[in-house]
């Protein structure tokens, strides 16, 4: 075989495999901006739960075929970042991980109300301008697991009614589930980006009706829903992978 024709083989190998990586980039991006547009039919109340359901699941199993699953890693302690910089877990997880409430959770339904199927954790901050109280600097959220964004909400305004206000889903193939980070001040990642565990993706802050209020202290609220065959949502606590996690430092942590 001549030099020119396996040059010709190579090329031709390349090409494909760009074609493919392209292909699934813009099949991402789709799923990335149908997912978001669910969200915020289901908070606008513009579809219905079971629509909104059946979307969800026909997104969430599109973006799972997307990955491949026997590449991945030992899930142990050393896959989770706390996703709070230089905060230790014992310090900040709210009420010693009794302010999960899954019960009666639905994703789908916006009249559907009382669940907490996440953990609030929570920072210094009294005078609640959204700076650590020990270094009077913005707080680091931390991807917990990598993973894909899948979408950000970034608009979020200080007279909306809207609970989540900026927030940030993240798919992680390996544990086949979402990630949800509520209430951040700035948000730091653009949908279809991958992330690593420990990259930042945001700065903490008080966005959400609830999270702006005075009663309520600065926090990030953090929900995992894993995802059955279908590709529809399960809360799951995760308060033993965040307490195993590794803390990253940057302040001085005590």
Same mark, same amino acid.
């Given at each position: ?13 390349? %090409? +494909?495999?760009? #074609? ?7 099949? $991402? ?12 039919? $289901?908070?606008?109340?513009? %579809?219905? /739960? ?6 969800? !699941? ?12 026997? #590449? ?13 910089? +230089? ?6 997880? !709210? +009420? ?10 639905? &994703? ?22 959204? @700076? ?7 707080? =680091?959220?931390?991807?917990? #697991?990598?993973? &894909?964004?899948?979408? #950000? =909400?970034?608009? *979020? ?9 900026? *927030?940030? *889903? ?15 001040? %700035?948000? =730091?990642?653009? /949908? ?23 009663? +309520? /202290?600065?926090?990030?609220? @953090? ?11 399960? /809360?799951?606590?995760?308060?033993? *992978? ?6 990253? =430092? !940057?302040?001085?942590?005590?």
């Amino acid at each position: 075989m001549t030099v020119k024709r396996i040059a010709g083989i190579v090329l031709v190998i390349c %090409i +494909s495999g760009l #074609t493919n990586q392209s292909e699934s980039s813009d099949k $991402i991006a789709e799923y990335c901006r149908a997912f978001h547009q669910i969200q915020i039919d $289901i908070r606008d109340s513009a %579809i219905s /739960p079971d629509s909104a359901r059946a979307a969800f !699941g026909a997104v969430m199993r599109g973006i799972r075929a997307e990955y491949k699953r026997d #590449t991945c890693r030992a899930i142990d302690s050393s896959y989770f970042v706390y996703p709070v910089k +230089s905060y230790m877990p014992r310090e900040s997880i !709210g +009420s010693r991980g009794r302010g999960y409430r899954p019960n009666g959770f639905d &994703l789908f339904d916006m009249n559907v109300t009382g669940s907490h199927p996440a953990h609030d954790l929570f920072v210094r901050d009294k005078d609640q301008d959204v @700076l650590d109280d020990r270094t009077w600097k913005p707080i =680091e959220v931390l991807a917990f #697991t990598s993973g &894909l964004v899948v979408a #950000t =909400e970034t608009a *979020w305004k200080y007279d909306s009614e809207y609970r989540g206000g900026n *927030w940030i *889903w993240i798919y992680d193939p390996c544990l086949d589930g979402l990630f949800y980070y509520a209430h951040n001040n %700035i948000v =730091e990642v653009q /949908p279809g980006q991958w992330v690593n565990a420990g990259d930042k993706i945001s700065e903490m802050g008080r966005s959400g009706y609830n999270a702006y209020q005075k009663r +309520s /202290p600065t926090h990030l609220h @953090l929900m995992y829903l894993a995802l059955d065959a279908d590709g529809l949502p399960i /809360p799951e606590n995760t308060y033993e *992978w965040l307490k195993q996690s590794i803390v990253k =430092e !940057g302040l001085e942590a005590e």
